[in-house]
């Protein structure tokens, strides 16, 4: 693993901002470089993951529909579309990152998206329609409502890692 200490940290400007670099396979991914910053001043915090091979463009479908579900691996590159249709699209952008986690750890992150855009919203229907989404969510978390997740990835290093998700090309 690469390091270099003593970096000007983005947010305080503070040189203790450590980098990180590291190689690694991941499965059914291939090689990635895991990138990583990290300010011991004010714990600014960022990571990513790079794929070290080009890929097919592809798009992920699957259905949540038990509990065992929420175990499911996703690889999700910082170039992919993630999709829970009639709930939420998070779309790649200059601040995308990628990550590995797994569905629930996803539907936890959306669920945090919405709760902070509801914190900040006027409108009473916007607030409720953010709580309506929530309790949705949660209920899939109980597994006691199915929903769809889609990723699409042109670059194609996005996978769910499950003999259920199906993959085709974009």
Do not use: W
Not at 67 to 79: F, M, R, T
């Amino acid at each position: 693993m690469a390091e270099i200490k003593g970096q000007p940290c983005p947010m305080c400007a503070k040189k203790e901002l450590t980098l990180r670099e590291d190689q690694i396979d991941i499965p059914h991914f291939g090689r990635v470089f895991v990138l990583s910053a990290g300010c011991e001043a004010c714990g600014y915090r960022k990571s990513d993951l790079e794929p070290a091979e080009k890929k097919e463009p592809c798009k992920y479908t699957f259905e949540i529909s038990s509990e065992a579900d929420l175990n499911v691996k996703i690889v999700k590159s910082g170039d992919a579309t993630v999709k829970i249709p009639r709930v939420i699209t998070i779309e790649p952008g200059p601040a995308s990152s990628g990550y590995v986690t797994n569905i629930e750890g996803l539907i936890e992150k959306v669920k945090n998206s919405i709760q902070t855009a509801a914190e900040s919203e006027d409108e009473a229907t916007a607030k409720k329609k953010a709580k309506n989404l929530i309790k949705k969510l949660n209920k899939v978390l109980f597994g006691k409502e199915k929903l769809k997740l889609i990723i699409e990835d042109p670059t194609g290093h996005s996978a769910i890692i499950s003999d259920k998700a199906q993959r085709s090309k974009i």
